[in-house]
Nanobody
């Protein structure tokens, strides 16, 4: 299984920005969709954004227009740029490798997870 290392979380005021990074322990972008999930206390873990092997992107409705997922193959890094952050974006964010989409549209996470990085949006 591949190891995923996330970074970039922190405390930011509402309206601010953060960029999360995820670096796999080996090159996997050619064979794995990549995604970012988040989990707030007492809530389920939700898919925030995904990028497929073919560069198609998918976003949670509540982050569309504010978050951008991207992948840099040369740096072997997946990014989540988060702009116009809101208090409801507060959560632990997890990188995931190998997620896939079912025919009816829902996504199933892959077996590789990062350790998570805390994002707190508060004034």
């Amino acid at each position: 299984q591949v190891q995923l290392v996330e970074s970039g979380g922190g405390l930011v005021q509402p309206g601010g920005s953060l960029r999360l990074s995820c670096v796999p322990s080996r090159s996997i972008f050619g064979t794995n969709n990549m995604g970012w999930y988040r989990q707030a206390p007492g809530k389920q873990r939700d898919l925030v954004a995904a990028i497929t092997i073919g560069d198609t992107t998918h976003y949670l409705d509540s982050v569309k227009g504010r978050f951008t997922i991207s992948r840099d193959d040369a740096e072997n890094t997946v990014y989540l740029q988060m702009d116009s952050l809101k208090p409801e974006d507060t959560a632990v964010y997890y990188c995931n490798a190998g997620l896939f989409q079912l025919p009816l549209g829902s996504w199933v996470p892959g077996g590789s997870w990062g350790q998570g990085t805390q994002v707190t949006v508060s004034s």
